[in-house]
């Protein structure tokens, strides 16, 4: 059983590079949703999806896009990658209900230079 | 408006003796409450939750948290530290009305002196 999975587990830009993260769950789960890690300030919202088709904004969306066309995907793409972007991202899903945990990907180092 | 305050950026305890890690939330709805485990370089694991059962939840690694709406608390606790409980934990609130609100809070780094 994979879970959440997240490529690529390290990743150097630099500025003004665009890449994807990509994340895949196989747990069938509606909610997925991308997080960034920096010290001190715990994890941010960036973006989440409640189901194919539909995305939303968190805490921190500047600077990125999602796209969420099958259940199983949810890719997280930097259009023109800046240093302030420098971070550890998280993938995590969940089922579509408002008791669910939340299953997180081992995470993404990206480093910008 | 919710919210998630956990109380130590930092605790340290020695190896065999007990672990408090305090977590406050605020909510307007009957939350759900969950703590987190990451280890270095590492995904966040769950250690238990709550939603609305047990006010006392048991969850991995002998690890245990109790509800307390009164005082809208959610501690995490264990009776004996071991050294590989080092990690860095997250209390989270997740509101009962739409799924996407789900609040972390900034984190508690649990050291263990040998």
């Known amino acids: 059983n994979a879970g959440v999975t997240q490529t690529p587990k390290f990743q150097v830009l630099k500025t003004g590079q665009s890449m994807t993260l990509q994340c895949a769950q196989d747990?069938?789960?509606?909610?997925m949703s991308w997080y960034r890690q920096d010290p001190g300030m715990g994890l941010r919202l960036i973006h989440y999806?409640?189901?194919?088709?539909?995305?939303d904004q968190g805490e921190v969306p500047n600077g990125y896009n999602v796209s969420r066309s099958t259940t199983e995907d949810f890719p997280l793409r930097l259009l023109s990658a800046a240093p302030s972007q420098t971070s550890v991202y998280f993938c995590?899903?969940?089922?579509?209900?408002?008791?669910?945990?939340?299953?997180f990907g081992e995470g993404s180092r990206l480093t910008v230079l | 408006a919710q919210s998630v305050t956990q109380l130590d950026s930092h605790v340290s305890v020695s190896e065999g003796t007990p672990v408090l890690l305090r977590c406050n939330y605020s909510?307007?709805?009957?939350?759900?409450l969950f703590w987190y485990v990451q280890h270095p370089n590492k995904g966040l694991q769950l250690l238990l939750k709550?939603?609305?059962?047990?006010?006392l939840v048991k969850g991995i690694n002998g690890f245990e948290a109790e509800f307390k709406k009164s005082e809208t608390s959610f501690h995490l606790t264990k009776p004996s530290a071991h050294m590989s409980d080092a990690a860095e934990y997250f209390c989270?609130?997740?509101?009962?009305?739409?799924?996407?609100?789900?609040?972390f809070g900034s984190g508690t780094r649990l050291s263990i002196r040998p």
């Open positions: 995590a899903s969940s089922y579509r209900t408002d008791t669910g945990e939340l299953f």
């Open positions: 747990m069938n789960h509606e909610y």
């Open positions: 999806s409640v189901g194919a088709g539909i995305t």
């Open positions: 909510s307007s709805y009957s939350p759900s």
């Open positions: 709550y939603t609305s059962a047990a006010t």
């Open positions: 989270v609130v997740r509101n009962s009305v739409g799924a996407s609100k789900i609040i």
